[in-house]
């Protein structure tokens, strides 16, 4: 039994589809990974959120002060706001205003 032209077409597609989504993830993934080292090859520390997740990562610490979890929150976000005071190249997109208004939890 042979496959109609529209299957046949449908399978390319779909195999394109998988193919070039999945290389455009892994080239992307690649160069992040790069800039995370070239990055730490100047500097021993990185960020670790970026502006969003941190202030996030704030609320829910404000939000939950008897969580059993919530020293070791209270602890990651004071180390990247420490890591983002004493560094000068940053992976997320910090700007030098927020980074200085930023407090420990």
Known sequence: MALTAEVLAMLAFTLLAFW???A???VRTLRQEGRKVEIL???DRMDTYSPKALAELREWV???P???LVDEVRE???ECVEVLEQTDRRFYDWSDAEVERLERV
Do not use: K, S
């Open 20 to 22: 070039g989504i999945a």
């Open 24 to 26: 455009w993830a892994l």
């Open 41 to 43: 090859e100047h500097q």
């Open 62 to 64: 404000e939000a939950n």
């Open 66 to 68: 008897d969580d059993p």
């Open 76 to 78: 990651r976000h004071n």
